[in-house]
């Protein structure tokens, strides 16, 4: 059933993961995502749905049991936050080597090494760079609300099952862990047999069924003809994810002089911030990039025509702003702010980074 | 009686299983990786489960087994197959998951992931081929190296005061409670052979009656990585390795065999 | 009274030459040939034919699985 709940964000990932049919989900606690896996264990999803709910013995085992499953043709999921994600890149990379379907979510914490629990942003790079080894990128959706922490796992499993690729989704500490309004969808019914036999019978190793030809699922190609040719197939993949799958928000930009280009808990706070910055007369809007990949890289360019400067603003030292300044190709001038060490930056701060940096240079 | 009123299809008694892919073997002159696919594969293919068994193949000279053995198969990263065995047991419950690692990969970089799958009893079968060596890296030290044998890593012998002994993964895992069967055999030998096959079976059979964990260590050569020739590197099996890596069963129906 | 009389048939080109075959028959029926495969193996081969029981035990033993075994019950 449909229904309006208060909800912490990441126990509206895990009930949204019910509820989208999920087959299993494997995890690892790690603050400040434990909730996820601990909401799992006390809802028993096994007697709701069926849904697999194991605690691992390491987040490596984790997103290896995610392989398992994934190779098998199930709709599987996995959550850590950055240190337990950097313990997840190898198997990633596999995922993404071996064309396999499956949903990562990270909660991002200062880093780096053990870091602090507070939010942060500064797992950018590593997501959208792929994070792991290899030529590969992951689909990266970056929820800016509780709502969207649940609406985006069934997002996450259609663009992965659709592209047979690894979806990762980049939340942090603060979305995490606030409790907002968001509507959960209606319970979808776990794939039968025969629809998954129907859809993944071709590549998934369930069985041999009907004596067909067996399915490996593998990321090794010693030869080097089918190694290039793999990595070719990967990388039409992601070319066609930017043209069909690029999602991002635009909010007051009609009119803007200046952008504030921010995702996740700083777009929502730069909300307040061009309120504050209309009041004082300056014309700014913010462009949010919902998925961090493929990036709004066009709409930038489009943007350099009517913007005298762009503001990036992360919790980090400075990741998404190079994306942007390759974006516009240093038409206009792009400059970042940030705070780190867990610590969130005000609407204030960024008001005066922005006049500081972008409207006074 | 001429040989060629022998040789006819009728009087066939033993052909290599279809379940093994005509795709020749990767595996070095007298390695038992061959052996111990061909008799699992049998095992198969004689209980009618083929299209319900799926296999992950490690990292190591198997990582290919998916190219010899006819099952739907996954290959996992180094070590960790049992993760991946568990989440494929415990997804499609009604289907027979065997795990297929070498020492490096069981007893090296995957020790969680076994002993935890060990841990939680998934049904599953994990068969565990001990060679004492890194094979498919050119011969480096493995956690099951012998004290005093050489290596290119241990080129002066196995020095157990600065590398530590060798590990007996199997005696340690068969004192978990999940763990249902354990035991540990050779495929050098015909008689071997058959003992190592009845075992396969009765790990498969364990599954189909979600018993939970059966663990077959197969001790095996390596000659490639001993550099010996295959005949030599059996006999220096059953002198060296048997001696250290006893024979036999070591748990039976959940309950450990008191020596 | 009837005798037992086995044949082994050896798939030359696959044959690894690593002789583990030659211990394990009973009657002592195999050889490595003199001629190389493709490969530059020496094959085994039935050298003693007539010793041959048709027991498997080379069969079962043999690595790649290259060794198909015939058996039948003549009448003497």
Redesign the interface.
Known sequence: MAELKLMKGNEAFAEAAIRAGADGYFGYPITPQSEVIEYLMAEQPENRTGMVVVQAESEVAAINMVYGGAGSGKKVLTSSSSPGISLKLEGISYLAGAELPAVILNVVRGGPGLGTIQPSQADYNQAVKGGGHGDYQLYVLAPASVQEMADFVEDAFDIAFKYRAPVLVLSDGLIGQMMEKVYLKDQKPRWTEEEIHKMSGDWATYGRKDGRERNIITSLDLKSEKMEARVHRLQAKYKQMEEEDLRFEEIQTEDADYLIVAYGSSARIAQKTIQLAREKGHKVGILRPITLFPYPKKRLMEMTKQLKGILSVELNMGQMVDDIRLAVEHKIPVEHFGRTGGIIHTPEEILEALEEKIIKG | MDIKDIIKPENQVYVKTKLMTDNELSYCPGCGHGTTHRLMMEVVEEMGIADKTIGVAPVGCSVLAYDFMNVDMQQAAHGRAPALATAMSRLMPEKYVFTYQGDGDLAAIGTAETIHACNRGENIVIVFINNGIYGMTGGQMAPTTLPGMRSSTSPYGRDTALMGSPIKMTELIANLPGVYSVSRHAVHTPKHVRKTKKALRKAFENTRLKKGLSFIEVVSNCNSGWKMTPRDSNVWLEENMLPFYELGDIKVDGKLIQK | MAKI???I?VDTE?C?????C???CPTEVIGMSKEVNGKG?HFAY?EN?DACT?C?????????????????K?EE
């Open positions: 009389r086995g044949a048939v696959k690894k030459g690593c002789e583990v030659v211990p394990a193996y039935m034919p048709g498997s035990n080379c069969a079962i033993v043999c690595p790649d699985g290259v060794i198909s075994v015939f058996r039948v003549v």
